[in-house]
């Protein structure tokens, strides 16, 4: 079945650092790709997504590029802040008669000044 | 405008009692969706609803889970004779459509826990 594999955390960083949290998906489809994120007391919100092959969703300086070739959405930062502390999960969705979201384990991030 | 909503957001209830939580999609949305989501853990998909009828509910663990949405808006997940492995943060999405773009917006949970 379809599914989503993350690289297990925690990933900590130090301020201004680069960052790279690995997605890997397992599908039977086209899905679309989504990344989510967790703030601390928050609830889960949606980061950034693409919906086809080669497509790159962005959003507060993060990026990932949707490729079918090696079935990844990795998720990178140029530079992090302690602000973007948080748990991120990496989901993928068909829409239609299933449009359940399918989500990998979620990553935290923990960032030090 | 107002968020998805979720009530309670903390219930606490002995094994074998009946709960019912409730969600509150944001107006307009048409779909909505149960999650659950166990420590440590990404949600898992329980049911959507698309408008008034459960499109999908091939994640609902077991009979004992059952959800409605009578009127196309709010929705209640039940959950008759909870067990200790029922303890979870139940969430609750909704989005504007059903098409693979679309954003699903989640309320920020349940947190049941059944002693």
């Known amino acids: 079945g379809d599914s989503v594999t993350q690289m297990e955390g925690p990933v900590t960083l130090s301020e201004e650092a680069f960052l790279t949290i690995n997605c890997t998906y397992t599908a039977t489809g086209y899905p679309s790709l989504f990344w989510y994120v967790q703030y601390p007391g928050e609830g889960l919100q949606l980061l950034l997504k693409a919906t086809k092959a080669d497509d790159k969703g962005s959003n507060k300086g993060f990026e990932a590029t949707y490729r079918k070739e090696t079935t990844s959405f990795h998720l990178e930062k140029g530079s992090v802040q302690v602000s973007d502390s948080a748990v991120y999960f990496c989901a993928l969705s068909y829409g239609g008669a299933t449009n359940k979201l399918i989500f990998g384990t979620g990553t935290l991030l923990a960032v030090q000044p | 405008g107002a968020g998805v909503s979720q009530t309670p957001s903390n219930k606490v209830t002995e094994k074998g009692k009946y709960v019912e939580l409730r969600c509150d999609p944001i107006s307009g949305h048409t779909a909505l969706y149960w999650y659950r989501q166990s420590l440590g853990q990404g949600p898992e998909f329980l049911i959507y609803f698309q408008g008034t009828g459960a499109a999908d509910d091939s994640g609902l663990p077991n009979d004992r889970f059952f959800a409605v949405r009578p009127e196309g808006s709010v929705s209640t997940l039940k959950i008759q004779r909870t067990e200790r492995g029922d303890s979870a943060v139940y969430l609750c999405?909704?989005?504007?459509?059903?098409?693979?773009?679309?954003?699903?917006?989640f309320g920020p949970g349940t947190r049941l826990l059944v002693l």
């Open positions: 999405a909704s989005s504007l459509g059903q098409g693979a773009w679309e954003t699903q917006y």
